[in-house]
C-alpha cells in the first residue's frame, strides 16, 4: 500500500527565486497560507498558525529538518485525527507524523521542484477525516466562485 | 493497518472475508494448513487494526471484514494529494508573476 505522495512541478521561474519562497518563512506563508511566527532553522520548531478560510482555527508546527540552499528543503510534521472546528485538538505531540520534502533542480525553462510526503504507513487505521473532505470540496466550490467573481468584476 | 496487510497468511485471509459475509474459523481455515490457534491470532490483528470485526453466536465467533478503513485510508491519501496540487498550484502563480 502507498506510504508515499510525489509531485513535480515546473516553475517558470530562477532556482534562487523558488528557493526563496521555500525558505523564506514570510514568503512560504503567502502562498501556502499560514501566518509564521518566525524564520525556518534546521532542527528547530517552526510555528504559526494557519490562515486557509475555514481551517484558522489550526496551528501549523513543523520541525524543520534540512536547508541546503536551493537544493532541499525538508521538514517533518503531524497529522492530527481531525480538523474539524469541533474535534480538532492544537495538541500534536501524539499525532503520527510525516515527512515532507522540496527538492529542486534547474531547467532551461526554470526550475522542477519535486515535492514528496512520506511516512503515511505511521498514519492510524482509525483516522476520519470525512467532514474535512467534504468541507474542502465545499471550499473548492468557494475559490471557483471567488475566482469567477474577480473575473467579472476587475 | 499497513502491518497488520503486510502478510502473506492475513492478506489471504482478507481476501476470503472479502466475500462480504460473516464467516466462522473453520470456514475460513478449510483449505489451509494452520491451526486454529494460528488462525485466531491473524484474525485478532486484523480486529485490531479494525479491518475486521468479530461477532458472537452462540459459543462461535463469526468474522466480518470492514472495508471501512482501507476506503479511509486511500481517501486520505487522495485528499493529501490534492492539498499539495493546490499548495503548488499557489506557488507556481506566486513564484512567476
Do not use: C
Request: glycine letters at 6%; proline letters at 5%; charged letters at 30%.
Amino acid at each position: 500500500m502507498q506510504d508515499r505522495i510525489e509531485k513535480r512541478i515546473e516553475l517558470k521561474a530562477p532556482i534562487s527565486r523558488v528557493w526563496r519562497a521555500l525558505s523564506d518563512y514570510r514568503e512560504f506563508g503567502e502562498w501556502f497560507r499560514v501566518r509564521l511566527e518566525g524564520p525556518f532553522l534546521p532542527g528547530q520548531v517552526s510555528r504559526g498558525q494557519i490562515t486557509y478560510p475555514g481551517y484558522e482555527h489550526v496551528k501549523w508546527e513543523a520541525l524543520v529538518e534540512k536547508m541546503e540552499p536551493e537544493k532541499l528543503f525538508s521538514f517533518s510534521w503531524a497529522h492530527p485525527k481531525s480538523l474539524d472546528k469541533e474535534s480538532y485538538s492544537p495538541d500534536s505531540s501524539e499525532d503520527p507524523r510525516t515527512l515532507v520534502e522540496f527538492r529542486l533542480e534547474k531547467t532551461a525553462a526554470g526550475t522542477l521542484l519535486i515535492v514528496s510526503e512520506s511516512g503515511f504507513s505511521k498514519l492510524p487505521a482509525e483516522l476520519r477525516l470525512e467532514a474535512f473532505r467534504r468541507n474542502d470540496q465545499g471550499w473548492t466550490e468557494q475559490v471557483k466562485n471567488i475566482e469567477s467573481y474577480v473575473a467579472k468584476t476587475p | 493497518m499497513f502491518a497488520a496487510l503486510g502478510d502473506e497468511t492475513r492478506l489471504a485471509l482478507v481476501g476470503r472475508l472479502a466475500g462480504g459475509e460473516t464467516y466462522s474459523i473453520s470456514q475460513l481455515r478449510s483449505g489451509s494448513r494452520l491451526t486454529r490457534q494460528a488462525i485466531t491470532k491473524h484474525l485478532r490483528v486484523l480486529e485490531k487494526v479494525g479491518l475486521v470485526r468479530s461477532v458472537h453466536r452462540g459459543r462461535e465467533s463469526l468474522f466480518q471484514l470492514d472495508p471501512e478503513p482501507i476506503v479511509e485510508m486511500r481517501e486520505y491519501l487522495d485528499l493529501v494529494s490534492e492539498q499539495w496540487d493546490e499548495a503548488l498550484n499557489r506557488l507556481k502563480a506566486f513564484v512567476e508573476k
